[in-house]
């Protein structure tokens, strides 16, 4: 008999701001693009995509299509939905 699985989604485990940034710091930390719009994507999700989208000033499928694995957001929309979750990014020496 086969297991059946679902997939995981991890919006609803993101309830406050500090895992919110936790995650986020690990995707920028990982270098890998696609885990920071994948990153991005879930806490939008966890916060209402309608909302995120409309203070980022772009429309929900917009978003939708930015933050998809095969997304890659320019850099205005990457800094419009870190502004619309209230989340910025630091640079530190290396």
């Known amino acids: 008999m086969a297991i059946e699985t679902i997939p995981f989604d991890a919006a609803p485990y993101l309830g406050t701001a500090e895992a919110q940034a936790e995650l986020v710091n690990d995707a920028f930390e990982s270098g890998d693009p696609r885990y920071v719009a994948a990153a991005l994507g879930t806490i939008a999700r966890a916060r209402g995509m309608t909302k995120v989208a409309k ?40």
Not at 58 to 73: H, M, Q, T, V
């Open 55 to 94: 203070e980022a000033g772009i429309s929900r499928e917009a978003l939708y299509r930015a933050l998809s694995p095969e997304g890659d957001p320019k850099l205005s929309t990457l800094l419009g939905v870190l502004k619309a979750l209230k989340l910025s990014i630091k640079a530190e020496a290396a």
